[in-house]
Nanobody, 124 residues
Framework: QVQLAESGGGSVQAGGSLRLSCAAS????????MGWFRQAPGKDRVFVAT????????YYGDFVKGRFTISRDNLKNTVHLQMNNLKPEDTAVYFC?????????????????WGQGIQVTVSS
């Protein structure tokens, strides 16, 4: 059974950058769209970004506003989220997830495999 593991989180000052990675084991990601979600304390999990199976279609949450970039490497079975110009309101646990379809997906219900999440903290 495929498992996802996030890495690259941590603490950064406002305006800084982080690159999150998601590595899969036990299965391939190449037949699935992938996505990133985040959850701040006391709030619901929200959509951040999604990428289709071959990387030709990308979509982002409205709050991203050109600051984040999702990418994937199907040969390495990995997905990445480059986050630039980070703001304190970006502080959250970030989750990588595998969609149950080939095309991009915005709803958490469309994802069937989730990583454990990784903390991102942005200080002002």
């Amino acid at each position: 059974q495929v498992q996802l593991a996030e890495s690259g989180g941590g603490s950064v000052q406002a305006g800084g950058s982080l690159r999150l990675s998601c590595a899969a084991s036990g299965g391939t990601l190449s037949r699935h769209a992938m996505g990133w979600f985040r959850q701040a304390p006391g709030k619901d999990r929200v959509f951040v970004a999604t990428i289709n199976r071959d990387g030709s279609n990308l979509y982002y949450g409205d709050f991203v506003k050109g600051r984040f970039t999702i990418s994937r490497d199907n040969l390495k079975n990995t997905v990445h989220l480059q986050m630039n110009n980070l703001k304190p309101e970006d502080t959250a646990v970030y989750f990588c997830a595998r969609a149950n379809r080939l095309s991009t997906a915005w709803e958490a219900s469309e994802y069937d495999v989730w990583g454990q999440g990784i903390q991102v903290t942005v200080s002002s």
